[in-house]
């Protein structure tokens, strides 16, 4: 029995990318909401608050970071579909929803870096967006109707290990927040050489899928 794929104004993906980008906006811009310096301060005053804003910055580039990059990913997990359906439409909205809460352990990290709980809740936040991310493609391989064409499965398995990079380093991070504080923020500098390792591999499999796509003709 064939797929109903559905080609009503709620199946189009291309509603599903719009409100996508817009959350990610949104999101962006309330990360920047925690930066302030009170009125009406004296030289003294003034001084001290500006000495507070450190943490506050550096919260804020590493958030803004982390939610330019999911955008990107995000923008590849829902490249080259065909339709949605009520799975994928959920498994993307519970990580927009992340993506929107992310502003909040932003402030819990850069006012309360010292607690183990703010440190594991930004962890916990950011580990269950990228399993989102993985989610999006283990319902688009278990439902190829979506598709607008076959997902190379090189291509996917590359995909995921890059994703579940963050997901291992952040998820690892929480126990550490625990025994280490604000310390265990120093963990996440892992991801450098990881991502870098499971970006080449991801871009060579891009590269295969293209000259397979190409050349249909002679498979690699």
């Given at each position: 029995?064939?797929?109903?794929?559905?080609h009503?104004?709620?199946?189009?993906?291309?509603?599903l990318?719009?409100?996508s980008?817009g959350v990610?906006?949104?999101?962006?811009?309330?990360?920047v909401?925690?930066?302030?310096?009170?009125?009406?301060l004296?030289?003294?005053?003034?001084?001290?608050?500006?000495?507070?804003?450190?943490?506050?910055?550096?919260?804020?580039?590493?958030s803004f970071?982390?939610?330019?990059i999911?955008?990107l990913?995000?923008?590849?997990?829902l490249r080259?579909l065909?339709?949605?359906?009520?799975p994928?439409?959920?498994?993307?909205?519970?990580?927009?929803?992340?993506v929107a809460?992310?502003?909040?352990?932003?402030?819990?990290i850069?006012?309360?870096?010292?607690e183990?709980?703010?440190?594991?809740f930004y962890?916990?936040?950011?580990?269950?967006?990228d399993?989102?991310?993985i989610g999006?493609?283990?319902v688009?391989?278990r439902?190829?109707w979506l598709?607008?064409?076959?997902?190379p499965?090189?291509l996917?398995?590359a995909?995921?290990?890059?994703?579940?990079?963050?997901?291992?380093?952040?998820?690892?991070?929480?126990?550490?927040?625990?025994?280490w504080?604000a310390?265990a923020?120093?963990a996440?500098?892992?991801?450098?050489?990881l991502?870098?390792m499971t970006g080449r591999r991801?871009?060579?499999?891009?590269?295969?899928?293209?000259?397979?796509a190409a050349?249909?003709?002679e498979p690699?």
């Amino acid at each position: 029995m064939a797929q109903q794929t559905g080609h009503g104004d709620q199946h189009r993906p291309d509603r599903l990318v719009a409100l996508s980008d817009g959350v990610f906006a949104i999101a962006m811009t309330l990360l920047v909401l925690d930066i302030s310096v009170p009125q009406g301060l004296d030289s003294a005053a003034y001084g001290e608050e500006l000495g507070d804003l450190p943490p506050k910055l550096y919260a804020y580039a590493l958030s803004f970071l982390i939610i330019g990059i999911f955008w990107l990913d995000h923008g590849r997990v829902l490249r080259g579909l065909r339709s949605v359906d009520r799975p994928l439409v959920a498994v993307t909205l519970l990580g927009l929803g992340l993506v929107a809460l992310l502003p909040f352990p932003t402030s819990l990290i850069s006012e309360y870096a010292d607690e183990p709980a703010s440190v594991a809740f930004y962890a916990a936040n950011i580990a269950a967006m990228d399993l989102t991310q993985i989610g999006i493609l283990v319902v688009r391989a278990r439902r190829p109707w979506l598709n607008a064409d076959p997902m190379p499965p090189a291509l996917v398995g590359a995909t995921v290990a890059d994703l579940a990079a963050s997901v291992v380093v952040f998820a690892a991070s929480i126990p550490l927040a625990w025994l280490w504080g604000a310390n265990a923020m120093l963990a996440w500098l892992l991801l450098v050489p990881l991502k870098t390792m499971t970006g080449r591999r991801r871009s060579a499999a891009v590269r295969e899928a293209e000259a397979d796509a190409a050349d249909p003709a002679e498979p690699r």
